[in-house]
């Protein structure tokens, strides 16, 4: 964190940045991760990672007599380096015997539109990996696709994960491990359930008593909920490892784990605590940040998550400034829908609606998720690829300049202190006056 004299600050938008000018009385205080180097070499560091796993045999013993694998690899929202770790690991598989089409790489698709053609190529990240093995999609409305393994013990959780997986000799899952809404920390065991879960597993996940419980937050394991649940489903899958990697800014490997799904992902968690979340010593009446630029800000679906992770430090009623490019435009058709009835009932009211479901409507979790920040206070959507009926169906105030956000912000509040998050919900700022 530090504070700068009223000039510019860059945030994440699209591709690229979004440069904001503070107007002459404004102060900025701009929250950052604790620069972490990248590591020198990141080929290496897999090597190291794969050779030296947590809770388990190297990954070369580890493969060594399987029959088949199953690795899973998260979709175009999240990006992941896995250009980085599937070669190797699906080279060593080829060299302990296990033929090619015995090797699938599964992506993790939850409920998400499937990845193809040259999306596809760009998740995957390497064309020999396309050449070699099959990479094939989740669909998680496919019931036949999926093993059902009963209910969790402990909240009654449907356990209906793809068969790929679970009848997979050698199951891995791969991933991004960062600051989660409401798992607490994406990768892991996340991306098992709900990234190759039914789409009753993961609509029962997001039902209200899930994401209105406070221990399903942001930075928390701790008693969260969907956290206990997941860990519970991996128990019932049985054995299963995990790469678990952490990126910076500019999307440089800074941090890999393998071993143990558990062990590892914990490792990998407790590596970028440190460096996410960080303390803040006072709340902001104007509070600017973004959904971390491409490709999570590719849809105000996936913009909610930029409007939760600063709003501990926004005092209440003040304004949150979100810059958001939205490429694809607004997200499924299933999101309208509830934007839309948000909207028409109101807040309370749609809330009051969806609180008593069971498995919560598709999608509809977002806007569930996004009452919590227009509880606390004023929100302003800046966005270049929505039009004004997308616009309209955000139930957030839409704004065509940050620069004039922030100034109005400013004068409204009387209050020149101005907080950035520039990387959005990959950075957990924590008020620290409590």
């Known amino acids: 964190m530090a504070a700068v004299k009223p000039q510019t600050v860059d945030i994440a938008y699209g591709k690229g940045h979004l440069r904001v000018h503070l107007p002459q009385n404004a102060r900025a205080t701009v929250v950052r991760k604790v620069p972490i180097p990248p590591v020198a070499d990141p080929g290496a560091a897999i090597r190291e990672a794969l050779d030296h796993p947590i809770q388990a045999r190297s990954f070369r013993e580890l493969a060594r007599g399987r029959r088949s694998a199953c690795i899973l690899i998260c979709d175009i929202t999240r990006p992941v380096p896995n250009h980085l770790f599937l070669r190797p690991m699906i080279k060593e598989l080829l060299a302990a015997g296990m033929p090619a089409d015995k090797i699938r790489v599964l992506v993790a698709t939850g409920l998400h539109r499937p990845n193809e053609g040259a999306e596809l190529a760009e998740v995957v990240g390497d064309p020999w990996v396309l050449e070699k093995v099959r990479v094939e999609n989740h669909f998680a409305r496919n019931d036949a696709d999926h093993v059902d393994l009963g209910f969790t013990k402990g909240r009654n959780t449907p356990i209906k994960i793809d068969r790929r997986f679970v009848e997979a000799d050698l199951r891995i899952a791969t991933g991004l491990v960062e600051p989660h809404f409401m798992a607490g920390y994406s990768g892991g065991r996340k991306v098992v359930s709900p990234g190759v879960a039914h789409a009753d597993t993961i609509r029962t996940f997001h039902n209200a008593q899930f994401l209105e419980n406070p221990l399903a937050r942001q930075g928390n394991l701790e008693g969260n909920p969907l956290h206990e649940e997941q ?145 606390q206070g004023r929100i302003q959507l800046y966005s270049s690829g929505l039009g004004p009926e997308d616009r309209a169906l955000t139930g957030v105030e839409s704004v065509d300049s940050v620069d004039e956000a922030v100034r109005s912000s400013v004068e409204r509040s009387g209050d020149p202190e101005v907080a950035f998050v520039p990387e959005g919900p990959y950075v957990v700022p924590c008020y620290a006056g409590r």
Request: charged share 25%; with cysteine.
């Open 231 to 375: 860990l519970e489903i991996l128990q019932r899958i049985g054995e299963a490892y995990a790469m678990n990697t952490v990126i910076d800014e500019a999307r440089a490997l800074v941090f890999a784990s393998f071993g143990e799904i558990v062990a590892s992902h914990a490792a990998a968690v407790r590596f970028v605590r440190g460096a996410t979340e960080i303390p803040v010593p006072r709340r902001f009446k104007t509070v600017v940040t973004s959904c971390a630029g491409y490709p999570l800000d590719k849809t105000y679906y996936q913009t909610v998550k930029g409007m939760l992770a600063p709003l501990d430090i926004l005092e209440p009623g003040g304004t949150l400034i979100v810059a958001s490019e939205c490429s694809e435009g607004f997200g499924s058709r299933e999101f309208r829908t509830s934007q839309a009835r948000m909207i028409g009932l109101g807040p309370e009211a749609y809330l009051a609606e969806i609180r008593p479901k069971p498995f919560a409507d598709i999608d509809a979790w977002q806007t569930e998720a996004q009452l919590k920040p227009m509880r």
